[in-house]
T-cell receptor, first 110, second 113 residues
């Protein structure tokens, strides 16, 4: 089963809003990664984090590797319609096996 | 740079049958992993191959097996299919050296009836 707790499970965004999601684990990980998955496609890598405390940005996306190595968050600033999709966090250990959260589904608010 | 490609994109099989899914790694990547993604869930690790040998396995029974070829392409074989094997099967690859993240293909959607 899933080792990671990802929240929120779903969220609605309005264009221009900043959104945030996070992931926590009972286990320590050496790597945290964030992926986005659109319908009918595989997960696409957004940000990879390799060091506790690391804060990394990729355009409007910012992610941090928690100092305890048991959590990570992803922020999206000034959201746009194409930000809709399912976002997954993944924790990696030395063998590079990834453990995934259950995903955060982002939908545009009507 | 060519990404991870998988075939077929969709497949329908009957319970008890066997299936083979195929994957071509991203150019320059020598490690390949397979993941199973059930509907509404995150991917779950099946196994990983490096230098044509399995070097990591998740909580999946032996009827899930794989191969990696000298050109780093890979196959996932599932014997004695069960209804619960219906899922999206994702192949991912990476370089072994350094901090190289996994890159995924678009998957094969397997339906077992």
């Amino acid at each position: 089963g899933q080792q990671l707790n990802q929240s929120p499970q779903s969220m609605f965004i309005q264009e221009g809003e900043d959104v945030s999601m996070n992931c926590t684990s009972s286990s320590i990980f050496n790597t945290w990664l964030w992926y986005k998955q659109d319908p009918g496609e595989g997960p696409v890598l957004l940000i990879a984090l390799y060091k506790a405390g690391e804060l990394t940005s990729n355009g409007r996306l910012t992610a941090q590797f928690g100092i305890t190595r048991k959590d990570s968050f992803l922020n999206i600033s000034a959201s746009i319609p194409s930000d809709v999709g399912i976002y997954f966090c993944a924790g990696g250990s030395n063998d590079y096996k990834l453990s995934f959260g259950a995903g955060t589904t982002v939908t545009v608010r009507a | 740079e060519t990404g991870v490609t998988q075939s077929p994109t969709h497949l329908i099989k009957t319970r008890g049958q066997q299936v083979t899914l195929r994957c071509s790694s991203q150019s320059g990547h020598n490690t390949v992993s397979w993941y199973q993604q059930a509907l509404g869930q995150g991917p779950q690790f099946i196994f990983q191959y490096y230098r044509e040998e399995e070097n990591g396995r998740g909580n999946f029974p032996p009827r899930f097996s794989g191969l990696q070829f000298p050109n780093y392409s890979s196959e996932l074989n599932v014997n004695a299919l069960e209804l619960d094997d219906s899922a999206l099967y994702l192949c991912a690859s990476r370089r072994t050296a350094g901090n190289s993240p996994l890159h995924f293909g678009n998957g094969t959607r397997l339906t077992v009836t």
